[in-house]
């Protein structure tokens, strides 16, 4: 009996015992950290960072420029003379928002001045600025004589002497109108010009002055310089992202029609495309109120023979005559008009011409084949039609395509070009002939920044050239014409970002690495650094427990390639614990989303390691056209899994280099081409990756549009006995692996997304529901490719997917406490 008894209640304690053990364990399992999350919202941050880099607003008469930049502590507007090395305030804070509270009756105070629409007039010793006050007027609608006046705050003008600190309201001041979309205006102000019904309209001045004041005005002259035009051939008037009401409701409307002018006015050039033969694609919006609404639109899917065909016209604008350019040479080409490079000082003009790239008497084309193995640097005479091709490319994979650099006019041209593996910049003459390659060697030049034709020297961009630096740090170089005297101009193992004046003297330097504070220096073009000018203000962030990410390399799964790539961990990190690790991608080819420079903290990285994991970036090879050519084509041919074995290789890596890292509990998450690769990753490699959250995702790139599944996975041309072409295409897709899926997936799409379409994710959903699959499906209501004012509710979705199954926390309850305790409870309607 008392054995029974002792029996019974050993078995008792010991049940006891492994309930109270398993009680402890629950207790043990890691709560997502979402308070710490919360602490780094989009609008938290707004008043946390402040300005991060100058903008320089380079002035006309002199050297001189002028920026804004915001710490803590307000605004303050500086004025710089690069050529006395001079910096100074515009003008005195608390001086200037006293007069300016006894003027508009308004109270401001020196960190709290709101001036809006600053510019220099006169002769630049002058401001004009705005000021919007509290006191409400009543404006009338002047196209509308019955409407009701309405109500609208009260802005005041003001004239500012830097030097004298004079400051005069401008009592009958007339700000300028600003310049409508549709209008395009020429070089000397004479020729307006925009589309209308399919077709190309003009009007002269007087005429513009008078649809400034009320567009509807019937006494406005218009008149029509074509007539042939017709829906999905038309002259402009692009109908991109509008519902078939919007486009139904906006038909006789005036639009944009993208001329590229002549400097002296006298041409202007467009290309007008056929779509007619591309098929219709459309989305829904559900939600459109008071009923759904249809959007349809051309689309191209890749290998489909229905193309748009590309025309080119020039007009010259006296005779109002018009002449079809023959430049036709390859099936379902594209051909490109380049405008002219802006000019620095023009920026706060109220508006600025579109002109063509070239001279009064000749301009400058791309010409690529539809499968970008072929391109054509193109010269046209306007006045007789007459087409050169000066240069042209060829390889075996896509070639890309920069705007041609022109020296004195076109007698010398400048031509960018990867077709030694590397991006170079080559040396022409007029005629197309090289003169000489002018940089060369094993790093890549990005873009023409300046030529300086009098001293024979050109200012470019360029990464990987500096021995021992990360490879995508970008610089600014200089370099003469014929390769001699190469020199950097901005040293410093930073992610640099340039912006020089006109005349090719000064920079701003804006640079920081992601875990560095953004700083912003001027120099002049012989590299002599002449000041420092600002430290971004972090103050803010780093009280609220903000900490800099660590960047590291690792090799690509062939053991040769180096990977580079950012680790970031939760502010509270622990080195003592282990924690799940998410990989956030994006393969490529045009970016690996991998980012160089200090950014605010992003939702999908800095944010979501808050929650209790650690995320990193890391590029893979095939996914940035900032290295080799051998590197950026590494996936051509085979687009869906290039890049997963690099992306495995570099958390095994980072696994075994750190402790903290729990190689057993592996998400990954991505948007868009980031979304069809985190998906691809769970099906190619199901016993690794563990969970993943894919947004908006290009699953079957069949669907997907034509011109980027065809130029990075690539297309057949085949050219069959009788001469006609067709284009062959086929692609591995994501919905072909289905069966594969082991672990968690959700995935999301916004149910208009006109960019990747719906039917990407509907078919992997497809896919994996034939497949007997659990999986979890969100579309996002109104929402685009973006998704737009949902981005926040997004974050908090995904976060609590990986915090389920990563973590294994399932407390979070159905309303979003993190959201809502951000809205003010005022019961007035937002």
Request: glycine share 10%; charged share 25%; aromatic share 12%.
């Given at each position: 009996m008392f054995n029974g008894f002792f029996s019974r209640n050993r078995y008792f304690l010991l049940a006891t015992s492994l309930l109270v053990s398993g009680l402890a364990h629950a207790q043990e399992q890691p709560k997502a950290n979402y308070r710490l999350a919360a602490k780094f919202s989009p609008k938290k941050q707004q008043r946390m960072v402040f300005s991060t880099a100058v903008d320089a607003h380079w002035l006309k008469k002199s050297d001189r420029f002028w920026y804004q930049y915001e710490t803590s502590n307000g605004k303050v507007w500086y004025i710089v003379n690069p050529a006395t090395a001079e910096k100074r305030v515009m003008f005195d804070n608390a001086k200037l928002a006293a007069a300016l509270t006894r003027i508009v009756k308004d109270p401001f105070d020196a960190q709290h001045l709101p001036i809006d629409s600053m510019r220099f007039v006169k002769d630049e010793r002058t401001i004009q600025f705005e000021i919007k006050s509290s006191l409400e007027i009543e404006k009338k609608d002047t196209t509308n004589k019955k409407a009701a006046p309405v109500k609208e705050k009260k802005t005041f003008y003001f004239e500012y002497n830097l030097d004298t600190e004079n400051l005069v309201e401008l009592n009958d001041f007339k700000k300028p109108k600003r310049k409508p979309n549709w209008a395009n205006i020429s070089p000397d102000e004479q020729t307006i010009i925009f589309a209308k019904k399919f077709n190309l309209y003009w009007m002269d001045k007087a005429n513009y002055e008078k649809a400034l004041i009320n567009e509807n005005d019937s006494t406005i002259v218009e008149h029509a310089f074509t007539k042939d035009g017709v829906d999905n051939f038309a002259y402009g008037g692009d109908t991109d992202n509008e519902s078939n009401v919007d486009i139904e409701k906006n038909k006789d409307k005036r639009k944009p029609a993208y001329v590229f002018w002549s400097p002296d006015s006298k041409y202007f050039g467009m290309t007008r495309s056929d779509k007619r033969m591309v098929k219709d694609f459309w989305v829904i919006n559900n939600i459109a109120d008071p009923r759904p609404t249809l959007e349809t639109y051309k689309y191209q899917m890749p290998g489909e023979k229905e193309a748009p065909e590309t025309h080119l016209y020039v007009w010259e604008n006296s005779s109002k005559t018009v002449k079809e350019i023959n430049v036709n040479m390859f099936k379902n080409q594209d051909v490109y008009f380049w405008s002219k490079p802006a000019v620095k000082t023009q920026r706060d003009d109220d508006w600025r011409p579109l002109v063509w790239h070239g001279t009064n008497d000749k301009f400058y084309l791309t010409r690529t084949s539809r499968d970008l193995k072929r391109i054509d640097v193109l010269r046209i005479d306007p006045k007789s039609g007459?087409?050169?091709?000066?240069?042209?490319?060829?390889?075996?994979?896509?070639?890309?395509?920069?705007?041609?650099?022109?020296?004195?006019?076109?007698?010398?041209?400048?031509?960018?070009?990867?077709?030694?593996?590397w991006a170079h910049f080559y040396l022409y003459d007029e005629n197309g002939k090289l003169k000489n390659q002018i940089t060369s060697g094993a790093y890549h030049c990005e873009d023409i920044e300046a030529i300086d034709e009098k001293n024979r020297v050109l200012y470019f961009s360029a990464n990987g050239k500096e021995p021992n630096e990360d490879p995508y740090y970008l610089h600014l170089y200089r370099v003469n014409f014929d390769g001699s005297g190469l020199k950097l101009l901005n040293p410093g193992e930073f992610e640099h970002a340039m912006n020089l004046n006109d005349n090719n003297q000064f920079f701003v330097d804006n640079y920081s690495r992601v875990n560095t504070v953004p700083k912003s220096a001027l120099y002049n073009t012989a590299g002599k650094k002449i000041m420092d000018l600002e430290t971004a203000d972090l103050s803010l962030l780093f009280a609220a427990g903000y900490?800099?990410?660590?960047?590291?390399?690792?090799?690509?799964?062939?053991?040769?390639?180096?990977?580079?790539?950012?680790?970031?961990k939760p502010f509270d990190f622990d080195s003592t614990k282990r924690y799940p690790i998410i990989e956030y991608v994006y393969p490529g080819p045009q970016t690996e989303a991998v980012n160089k420079a200090?950014?605010?903290?992003?939702?999908?990285?800095?944010?979501?390691?808050?929650?209790?994991?650690?995320?990193?970036?890391?590029?893979?090879?095939?996914?940035?056209?900032?290295?080799?050519?051998?590197?950026?084509?590494?996936g051509y041919g085979n687009l869906r899994d290039y890049g997963l074995a690099d992306k495995k290789a570099a958390i095994e890596q980072l696994a075994d280099r750190y402790q903290f890292i729990d190689a057993d509990k592996v998400g990954i998450h991505g948007h868009s081409g980031g979304g069809f690769m985190s998906t691809?990753?769970?099906?190619?490699?199901?016993?690794?990756?563990?969970?993943?959250?894919?947004?908006?995702?290009?699953?079957?790139?069949?669907?997907?549009?034509r011109w980027w599944s065809e130029k990075h996975h690539g297309v057949k041309e085949v050219v069959g006995e009788k001469g006609d072409t067709t284009f062959l295409y086929n692609i591995e897709k994501n919905p072909d692996l289905a069966k594969n899926l082991k672990g968690h997936l959700m995935l999301t799409t916004g149910d208009i997304d006109n960019n990747v379409h719906p039917a990407n994710t509907i078919r992997v959903a497809n896919a994996l529901i034939k497949a007997n699959k659990r999986f979890e499906f969100v579309i996002l209501p109104g929402q685009r490719h973006a998704y737009g004012d949902m981005q926040e509710w997004f974050f908090w979705t995904l976060t609590d997917y990986y915090s389920r199954w990563l973590l294994g926390d399932f407390s979070q309850p159905v309303d979003i406490t993190e959201m809502n305790v951000e809205v003010p409870q005022t019961n007035k309607r937002r």
């Open positions: 007459d087409v050169k091709s000066i240069i042209e490319e060829r390889m075996n994979t896509y070639v890309e395509v920069r705007r041609v650099g022109l020296v004195n006019g076109g007698k010398e041209l400048i031509q960018w070009s990867e077709e030694d593996g900490k800099f990410p660590d960047i590291f390399k690792v090799k690509a799964d062939d053991g040769v390639t180096d990977l580079y790539g950012v680790m970031y200090f950014a605010r903290v992003a939702d999908r990285t800095d944010r979501l390691a808050q929650a209790g994991f650690i995320v990193i970036t890391v590029g893979n090879r095939g996914g940035h056209p900032s290295r080799s050519k051998w590197y950026h084509t590494y691809a990753a769970m099906l190619v490699y199901p016993d690794f990756f563990k969970v993943a959250v894919s947004s908006s995702g290009n699953h079957d790139n069949s669907v997907y549009n």
